[in-house]
């Protein structure tokens, strides 16, 4: 899936927790800057394991 979105930027406490967790998703970014990032894309909004920034992206592909 490609879609493009604009995105938060957050900083993960514990990574182990999301790589385990159900709501979590690699996502392939492309940067502002043109430079491809695997980062973690979070559906949950109520999570304790981030805090954020506000950030864009160009094109965003999600996998699981």
């Known amino acids: 899936m490609t879609q ?3 995105l938060r930027v957050i900083k993960i406490i514990d990574p182990i927790l999301c790589i385990r967790c159900d709501y ?4 392939d970014v492309v940067t ?3 430079k491809r990032k695997k980062m ?3 559906s949950r909004l ?3 394991n ?9 094109e965003v592909e999600f996998e699981k």
């Open 4 to 6: 493009k979105s604009r």
């Open 24 to 27: 979590a998703y690699i996502a």
């Open 40 to 42: 973690f894309y979070c």
């Open 46 to 48: 109520d999570c304790d």
């Open 32 to 34: 502002r800057d043109g």
């Open 50 to 58: 981030w805090y954020n920034s506000q950030g864009t992206s160009k």
